[in-house]
């Protein structure tokens, strides 16, 4: 009995051995399968990461200066992915700085919107976002939903909206940049370039330094959780303060970059990198190369917004140089539906949209509504001037009418003709009396004669003025009354060097220019409209218009003269607010 138990407790423990050897082989072999299988992934994704070579472009502009210090490939058509969301916050800041919406105002959700590919903020159909969260949704997640909320918001539908981007993109000489959504989500036709989105980060700081800094934003709390910023630049570079990265396949990895260290300012833009680390390397390399050779004094005027004629003509200079139109390949690797800008034109913002779009805010959030005018032409077309017609003189004597009469001597009389005057006789007798020696001007000194006598009952006696038929009068006396040619005005002129006349600005101080039109009248409109925006401000100031050629096109620029700089610059910046583009300009 004994013996039975021993064996059969021994076979139990050889069993038991035998079991876990096998379980030992088998785990043994599964883990060496896995670290193959991971060795082998991660080789597949080094080999995809070392094949994905998308189109590289960069610039880095000098803020101060507005040279650039640093390019490759600037003007080369790329992808700008979530750059996009650059234009659509300027589009925001521009109603936030005129006060048509409140950042504690409420947008609504709509299912267009919460149907957004990630990256979003996960908005559902119904729901509202506050402008201020939407604003910092975009800056640090790059919400596409919360973009799309901002469009609808805007403009009522996103297509619209970027529409209104296109147009914007122009008035800010964003020549060869074509927006298709609010969001930066792949469209073959969204296209843009390395200088386009330099010119367009200056832009958000000079036109609204309140807002840019929401740029800045690393991280902020969203209905219960933290959301974090995609921009590993600002704190880890000394004097970056934003401003936004982009991916998309098509595109690669994009930056723009804002430093600002000393006195010192740059802008950094980099499209196409094949990784994100790859991207912010290159920029932090570029940054330091050209930081030493920005100026410390700022000499270049703040990007302004021009009219849409003026946009259109840069437009169509940029396009007469580009390619035409069809799918291209651009630098061997983007497939683009159209190599050439927009002409753009669009009918005026809906106000109705936004307050659709818009859920009930408080009255401290939304001020009273004010209609903007748009940058375009204020006018459609010329205004023409009606020949006013000439009154006839009547052959019959007016009502005789008694009133009082006194005795003139008649004078010499000044005419504008610059030819010889007619030769008038006199009454013999009565010439010197009549007529008075004048010093020699640039016109004619015409004696005046004696008037014939008038009928009998024309006012002669009794104190009646009576009306001389304007036929009786002598043919010579008639032309002599009615004609004058105008002497034509002496502009002031100065010798250049190679002895060539030109006409000297006659207009003193700081000049402003508020748009340059396609007819002078349309520049006296403007210069009207942007009177009546700042009434005081302008009430002293000289307005003229100015002929300019522009290409084969005559444009006239509309301005005012006489102002001191900080009069120049506090009233641009009012109408700026009032949508009206206006520059600075030293005499």
């Known amino acids: 009995m004994l013996r039975t138990t021993l064996a059969s407790s021994r076979a139990t423990r050889v069993g038991a051995l035998g079991l876990a050897a096998i379980i030992a082989v088998v785990f043994t072999i599964d883990h060496a399968d896995a670290r193959r299988a991971r060795q082998h992934h991660r080789h597949h994704q080094q080999q995809v990461r070392h094949s994905y070579n998308p189109p ?128 930066g989500l792949p469209d073959d036709d969204q296209v843009t370039t390395a200088r386009d989105q330099a010119t367009l980060g200056r832009a958000l700081q000079d036109r609204f330094p309140r807002y840019y800094r929401y740029f800045a934003t690393t991280s902020f709390t969203f209905r219960g959780r933290t959301i974090r910023g995609h921009n590993r630049l600002v704190g880890s570079v000394d004097g970056v303060d934003g401003i936004k990265t982009g991916y998309i396949r098509a595109s690669g990895f994009n930056l723009v970059t804002n430093l600002k260290r000393g006195n010192r300012h740059l802008v950094g833009v980099v499209l196409g990198g094949r990784s994100g680390g790859s991207r912010d390397a290159t920029m932090r390399k570029l940054l330091a190369e050209n930081l030493d050779k920005a100026a410390t004094r700022r000499t270049v005027a703040a990007i302004a917004e021009s009219s849409m004629a003026e946009a259109n003509a840069r437009a169509a200079e ?71 017609d000439a ?12 009133v009082k009469t006194v005795q003139v001597r008649a004078k010499a009389v000044r005419l504008a003709s610059a030819g010889p005057a007619p030769a008038l006789s006199p009454a013999a007798g009565d010439a010197a009396a009549d007529r008075e020696a004048a010093p020699e001007t640039s016109g004619s000194v015409v004696a005046r004669a004696n008037m014939p006598p008038q009928p009998a009952n024309f006012g002669t006696g009794q104190g009646i003025l009576g009306v001389l038929p304007a036929s009786s009068l002598p043919a010579s006396t008639r032309q002599a009354m009615v004609h004058a040619d105008p002497a034509p005005a002496v502009q002031p002129r100065t010798v250049q060097k190679n002895g060539a006349l030109k006409p000297v600005a006659s207009h003193s101080g700081w000049i402003i220019q508020v748009g340059a039109l396609e007819t002078e009248s349309q520049a006296r409109e403007r210069l009207d409209a942007a009177r009546g925006r700042a009434p005081r401000m302008l009430g002293k100031a000289d307005p003229f218009t100015e002929p300019v050629a522009k290409g084969s096109k005559k444009l006239y620029r509309a301005r005012f003269a006489g102002l001191e700089r900080d009069e120049a610059e506090a009233v641009c910046r009012k109408l700026k607010r009032s949508d009206i583009s206006c520059i600075t300009i030293k005499n």
């Open 391 to 402: 009154v006839p003189g009547s052959a019959e004597p007016m009502k005789p009418v008694r």
């Open 56 to 183: 590289f472009a960069s610039i880095v502009v000098d803020a101060n200066s507005g040279a650039t210090l640093s390019s490759t490939s600037p003007d080369s058509l790329r992808h700008p992915a979530s750059l996009t969301k650059m234009m659509t916050l300027y589009m925001l800041f521009e109603r936030l700085d005129a006060g048509r919406i409140g950042l504690d105002s409420e947008m609504r959700v709509s299912a267009r919107a919460a149907a957004q590919n990630p990256t979003k903020l996960g908005l559902r159909p119904g729901q509202t976002i506050r402008v201020e969260d939407a604003i910092k949704g975009l800056v640090t997640k790059s919400a596409n939903d919360a973009a799309v909320v901002i469009a609808e918001a805007i403009a009522g539908d996103e297509d619209d909206f970027a529409r209104m981007m296109t147009r914007k993109a122009r008035a800010l000489g964003m020549t060869r940049t074509v927006y298709r959504n609010a969001s």
């Open 318 to 388: 940029d396009q007469a140089r580009s390619r035409p139109r069809g799918t291209t390949q651009v630098d061997g690797a983007v497939q683009v539906a159209s190599t050439v800008p927009e002409l753009v034109s669009l009918p005026a913002e809906r106000p109705a949209h936004l307050s659709r779009s818009l859920t009930a805010a408080p009255a401290a959030a939304l001020p009273p509504k004010r209609p903007l005018a748009e940058p375009a032409p204020l006018t459609s077309g010329v205004i023409e001037t009606q020949p006013i």
